[in-house]
Nanobody
Framework: QVQLVQSGGGLVQAGGSLRLSCAAS????????MAWYRQAPGKQRDLVAS???????NYADSVKGRFTISRDNAKSTVSLQMNNLEPADTAVYYC?????????????WGQGTQVTVSS
């Protein structure tokens, strides 16, 4: 079994910065993808950023140039540095691990953390 534990988040004014972290434990395959999703009230859960075990990042257009995803494979952690935050970034953020690289790979989720950006 795999567990993901998130930390970080909170309340910040527009233009400010926050950092989210996620630590994975358990049986983790060498080839995997870690990612951050977010879900605003009444909306679907959307991909914010992802990073492969080869450190190839991918970002949603809405966060490009403001957010940076990084990972430490030795510690099985992934982080999301969020700069120049906007009220539209307000959501619950979830850490995700896709354990493997096939269509049948298992997905795991963190507990979620609230990010609120005030105008």
């Amino acid at each position: 079994q795999v567990q993901l534990v998130q930390s970080g988040g909170g309340l910040v004014q527009a233009g400010g910065s926050l950092r989210l972290s996620c630590a994975a434990s358990g049986r983790i395959f060498n080839d995997n993808r870690m990612a951050w999703y977010r879900q605003a009230p009444g909306k679907q859960r959307d991909l914010v950023a992802s990073i492969t075990s080869d450190n190839e990042p991918n970002y949603a257009d809405s966060v490009k140039g403001r957010f940076t995803i990084s990972r430490d494979n030795a510690k099985s952690t992934v982080s999301l540095q969020m700069n120049n935050l906007e009220p539209a970034d307000t959501a619950v953020y979830y850490c995700n691990l896709r354990n493997g690289v096939t269509t049948s790979s298992q997905n795991y989720w963190g507990q979620g953390t609230q990010v609120t950006v005030s105008s």
